[in-house]
């Protein structure tokens, strides 16, 4: 078992590697080859002994390790590589069993980071291949699920920036849904919703630009969507808050070539 589980990560550091090199057939291989190791391994038992010495201290430190969360994270590398090769129903088959064991883990616990953005990024990255094969009532629930995720979390500790505003990014994917698809008073209300996060996190967080472009572009959107509407009265305020935005941007950063062209 310790052999295999070398061999398993082994193969998961491989395929990393191939797939940056774009050698996308190799680093398939390699990420299956891990996924088939690591399954048998979960399988046999839930955890592995992982030891590791401090260079400080120079004492050897043994922690428990899981398996399902290694498994995880090789489905959403594969997953991505099946995207970038245009292999949508395999890339949705592979990021849904990302979610599926994603959502397992972080119903045991949501303190470990790395579940919680692959969980994340699963839901994402299936409701968007979804959306694109025209399964929208399915995208439509991805998105729904990594918002319900988000929106628990934040509740719990609503001074976590990370959990807002995750669940800003997820609203706007919903907006992005109902959009397409001309669902206007749903897609205002997702817009509306991830607004009022990214203002908070505007005020939170002021230092953070990321956050007031954010908030820009959602500003401008919710006008589309009003002029979209033929509601154009209500569609001036928050054009007019964009603007406003930008201009600030711009004059914060001069020399900033992306904020003078917003």
């Known amino acids: ?27 398939e291989k390699a990420y299956r080859k891990a996924i088939k ?3 048998e391994l979960a399988a046999k038992s839930s955890s592995f002994r992982y030891s590791q010495r401090s260079t400080e201290t120079g004492y050897v430190n043994v922690v428990h390790l899981s398996h399902e969360e290694y498994l995880a994270g ?38 470990n980071s790395a579940n919680r953005d692959r969980f994340a990024e699963g839901c994402i990255e299936l409701g968007l291949l979804l959306q694109a094969a ?5 995208a439509d629930a991805a998105f729904s699920k990594s918002i319900d995720f988000w ?5 719990k500790s609503p001074d976590a920036t990370e959990y807002r505003s995750n669940l800003a990014h997820s609203y706007y994917q919903q907006y992005e849904l109902y959009y397409d698809n001309q669902r206007f008073p749903e897609a205002v209300e997702s817009c509306r919703n991830a607004i009022k996060l990214r203002e908070q996190l505007v005020v939170g967080c002021p230092d953070t630009s990321e956050h007031r472009v954010a908030l820009a572009w959602r500003y ?19 054009y007019l808050k964009a603007i406003g935005i930008r201009e600030e941007l711009a004059a914060s950063f001069p020399k900033a070539a992306d904020y003078q062209s917003l």
Do not use: W
């Open 1 to 27: 078992t310790p052999l295999q589980n070398r061999f398993a990560y082994a193969h998961h550091v491989l395929g990393r590697a191939l797939a940056k090199l774009e050698q996308f057939p190799e680093a």
């Open 37 to 39: 190791h690591r399954t």
């Open 74 to 111: 090789d489905y959403i590398s594969l997953g991505r590589l099946l995207k970038t090769t245009n292999r949508s129903p395999e890339a949705i088959d592979t990021f849904r069993k990302a979610v599926d064991l994603c959502e397992k883990l972080v119903t045991r616990s949501t303190d």
């Open 134 to 138: 025209g399964r929208q009532s399915e």
């Open 151 to 155: 929106k628990g979390l934040s509740a």
């Open 220 to 238: 401008q959107q919710l006008g589309d969507l009003m002029r979209e509407m033929e509601r154009q009265s209500e569609a001036e305020e928050p």
